[in-house]
């Protein structure tokens, strides 16, 4: 079992359902790595990936959604799928317990996933370095006075 008690998890702000632990972000080499940790079946946002992800399941169970909310794919632990840019938009979560994911992805643009509507249009972009600022200040925002 994986042990995450000393892994730095925070909130990403203006989303809900996951907690993200970041090993590396870099937007000049567009590498981005970190873990996601699911809530319990609360699928997230709607959205697509930008750059070729892998991802590798580490605890609980991945589950990939549809933007109908069909379930199109449970991923055990263990489980390594490859996402390649242009793959159709989806959600993703957790089954019935916590689920940590990890994630690697390799960009040649600093945007990384498209967040959209249920209409499919664009609701956010997200960047790796968007991502760096939102990590620093979480990092700052743990640190005691």
Same mark, same amino acid.
């Given at each position: 079992m994986f042990d995450d008690r000393n892994t730095f998890w925070f909130p990403f702000p203006g989303f809900a359902g996951f907690e993200v632990a970041i090993n590396r972000l870099d937007p000049v080499q567009g590498l981005a790595d970190f873990l996601i940790k699911f809530e319990p079946n609360t699928p997230i946002h709607l959205h697509r990936h930008m750059a070729e992800t892998s991802t590798?399941?580490?605890?609980?169970?991945?589950? +990939?959604? =549809?933007?109908?909310?069909?379930?199109?794919?449970?991923?055990?632990?263990?489980?390594?799928t490859l996402t390649p840019l242009g793959a159709p938009p989806h959600r993703e979560g957790a089954g019935d317990e916590p689920c940590i994911v990890h994630y690697y992805i390799r960009a040649d643009q600093d945007l990384i996933f498209?967040?959209?509507?249920?209409?499919?249009?664009?609701?956010?972009?997200?960047?790796?370095?968007?991502?760096?600022? +939102?990590? =620093?200040?979480?990092?700052?925002?743990?640190?005691?006075?």
């Open positions: 590798f399941v580490m605890a609980g169970e991945h589950r +990939v959604f =549809e933007p109908d909310g069909t379930l199109q794919d449970v991923r055990p632990v263990g489980s390594y498209e967040f959209l509507n249920d209409d499919l249009s664009l609701l956010a972009p997200l960047t790796i370095s968007t991502t760096v600022g +939102v990590w =620093e200040q979480a990092k700052s925002a743990a640190v005691p006075a």
